[in-house]
C-alpha cells in the first residue's frame, strides 16, 4: 500500500505562485499514476491535474491550464504541483491522490478512480 504526504501549502497573494509537493512511500513509484484534486470549504473535490506512470502525458482541468503544471520526479519518489497566477478561487485543501490503473478518459478526472489519498495541504490566495 503506498503512502502519500503532501507539503508546499500556504498563503500567498493573488498572482503569486506555489509549489505542491506529494512524497510517496511503500510501493514502486512507477507503478503508479498520480493525481492532485482540490476542495474549497462547502464545495465537492474536484479533479485539478493528473500525470501518468513517465510523465509523458499530462491532463488538467480547463480552469487551470496554463497555470498550473505537474510532473514527477521517478528518482525522488515525488509528484508536483506548480501553481503559478493563483487566483483567490484557487483556494482550497490541496489532495495528492494515487492509482496503478492506466489513466483512460472518463476515468483520470474522478476522484473514485483513484485507490490513496494524502491528508492534503491547504492553498489560500488572498486578494
Known amino acids: 500500500q503506498v503512502q502519500l504526504v503532501e507539503s508546499g501549502g500556504g498563503l500567498v497573494q493573488a498572482g503569486g505562485s506555489l509549489r505542491l509537493s506529494c512524497a510517496a512511500s511503500?510501493?514502486?513509484?512507477?507503478?503508479?499514476?498520480y493525481a492532485w484534486f482540490r476542495q474549497a470549504p462547502g464545495k465537492e473535490r474536484t479533479f485539478v491535474a493528473a500525470i501518468t506512470r513517465y510523465g509523458r502525458t499530462q491532463y488538467y482541468t480547463d480552469s487551470v491550464k496554463g497555470r498550473f503544471t505537474i510532473s514527477r520526479d521517478n528518482a525522488k519518489n515525488t509528484v508536483y504541483l506548480q501553481m503559478n497566477s493563483l487566483k483567490p478561487e484557487d483556494t482550497a485543501v490541496y489532495y495528492c491522490?494515487?492509482?496503478?490503473?492506466?489513466?483512460?478518459?472518463?476515468?483520470?478526472?474522478?476522484?473514485?478512480?483513484?485507490?490513496?489519498w494524502g491528508q492534503g495541504t491547504q492553498v489560500t490566495v488572498s486578494s
Open positions: 491522490a494515487a492509482v496503478d490503473s492506466p489513466l483512460l478518459s472518463g476515468d483520470y478526472s474522478t476522484q473514485n478512480f483513484y485507490r490513496t
Open positions: 511503500g510501493r514502486t513509484f512507477t507503478n503508479d499514476r
